[in-house]
């Protein structure tokens, strides 16, 4: 009996996009099965069931062997095994180092070692991540860490060209880097509410401006480590809550130029002293390890808070801290108006990205 067969033979690989995500999630081949079929593959492809677990199991391999090539990603254009297309390469490469913000938010500022390992069964089980797209997770954050620890040069630069990451990955990996490098606290009660990409965006801020590499940009471990030099520097702006008659002067320079612009302008004048006092000693303290470490409970306990029990708005914040910021340049007799700038620049910016419920 005569059986005629249509045959197309290609050597490009074969990746479904959808499997790829399921396989990257820790779905089980059996569990990928089912999602496929709930979301109607036998229809669209008028298949049985054998036939997509055949698929399902053999796209899994092609994506296990593929694995050990993500670990390094320049590997992948360079290899001959599999025929990806460039932008297919990019695809892999972009989701396989993609995260859950609700995994990342609970190991930011911890140390990427074995002691965190081991939490991951809880966290797997407290934010719904499972255990091994949480391992996959955390081998990523540890292995860029290992590669960029030991270069010069911008980080987040750094991280694009080794891990050819889009620039919104790249950033948030450098943040995720950063955190680790400084160990700042982010699992404390008060600091819940702010998600990752808060502080990513506060990363950015303290990596563009109080870094070595703010300054010079091809210092060994530049982008990671803060200046140290500006950190004795700021001790410098304690003149501005010790010396009495600067601490009235600056005071009464802020409450005229808010009088009349907020509601909030009486509980504004009556803490003036008690927020100038917070924000000085924060910036007086940074030279300590421990305090550098707390710098995001500071900013809640010493700003934040008194300000949200004094009801007032973000655009009350907005307005208060640019006319603090500002008035120090009118102050006769303070002479440290380019650390004062370099210092409240990123205040700013990060209490602007901290200040929401």
């Given at each position: 009996m005569a059986v005629e067969l249509?045959?197309?033979?290609?050597?490009?690989?074969i990746m479904d996009e959808e499997v790829y995500q399921l396989w990257l999630d820790g779905y089980t081949v059996n569990d990928a099965v089912k999602v496929r079929m709930e979301g109607g593959a036998l229809d669209e492809c008028e298949a049985n069931a054998d036939v997509l677990l055949s698929d399902t199991m053999d796209q899994y391999r092609t994506f296990q062997m593929c694995e050990r090539l993500l670990h390094s990603p320049s590997k992948l254009a360079n290899q001959l095994l599999f025929q990806i297309p460039p932008h297919r390469q990019a695809m892999l490469i972009e989701r396989y180092y993609d995260f859950d913000d609700a995994f990342v938010r609970e190991v930011l500022g911890k140390k990427l070692s074995k002691g965190t390992k081991k939490d991951l069964d809880d966290i797997s089980a407290k934010t719904g991540v499972t255990l091994k797209s949480c391992r996959r997770q955390f081998d990523?954050?540890?292995?860029?860490?290992?590669?960029?620890?030991?270069?010069?040069?911008?980080?987040?630069?750094?991280?694009?060209?080794?891990f050819l990451l889009s620039d919104k990955l790249g950033r948030d990996y450098a943040a995720i880097v950063f955190f680790a490098n400084n160990r700042f606290e982010t699992g404390k009660r008060k600091l819940q509410y702010l998600t990752f990409q808060d502080f990513a965006y506060c990363a950015g801020q303290l990596i563009d401006h109080?870094?070595?590499?703010?300054?010079?940009?091809?210092?060994?471990?530049?982008?990671?480590?803060?200046?140290?030099?500006?950190?004795?520097?700021?001790?410098?702006?304690?003149?501005?809550?010790?010396?009495?008659?600067?601490?009235?002067?600056?005071?009464?320079?802020?409450?005229?130029?808010?009088?009349g612009k907020t509601k909030a302008f009486p509980e504004m004048e009556a803490n003036f002293k008690n927020l100038s006092r917070g924000l000085v000693n924060i910036a007086?303290?940074?030279?300590?390890?421990?305090?550098?470490?707390?710098?995001?409970?500071?900013?809640?306990?010493?700003?934040?808070?008194?300000?949200?029990?004094?009801?007032?708005?973000?655009?009350?914040?907005?307005?208060?801290?640019?006319?603090?910021?500002?008035?120090?340049?009118?102050?006769?007799?303070?002479?440290?108006?380019?650390?004062?700038?370099?210092?409240?620049?990123?205040?700013?910016?990060?209490?602007?990205?901290?200040?929401?419920?």
């Open positions: 249509d045959v197309f033979v290609g050597n490009t690989t990523n954050f540890k292995r860029v860490f290992k590669v960029v620890e030991e270069l010069k040069g911008p980080l987040v630069e750094n991280i694009r060209q080794h109080w870094t070595v590499g703010a300054v010079d940009n091809m210092v060994e471990d530049m982008d990671v480590d803060l200046d140290k030099e500006f950190l004795q520097e700021l001790k410098e702006l304690k003149i501005l809550i010790s010396d009495k008659d600067l601490l009235d002067q600056h005071k009464s320079l802020v409450c005229t130029a808010l009088r007086a303290k940074l030279t300590n390890t421990k305090d550098v470490r707390d710098f995001f409970i500071d900013l809640v306990e010493k700003f934040i808070e008194p300000c949200r029990s004094d009801r007032w708005t973000a655009a009350d914040t907005r307005l208060y801290l640019t006319h603090y910021s500002n008035s120090a340049h009118i102050l006769d007799t303070f002479k440290h108006q380019v650390v004062w700038d370099r210092y409240m620049g990123v205040i700013k910016s990060c209490i602007f990205k901290m200040y929401h419920d």
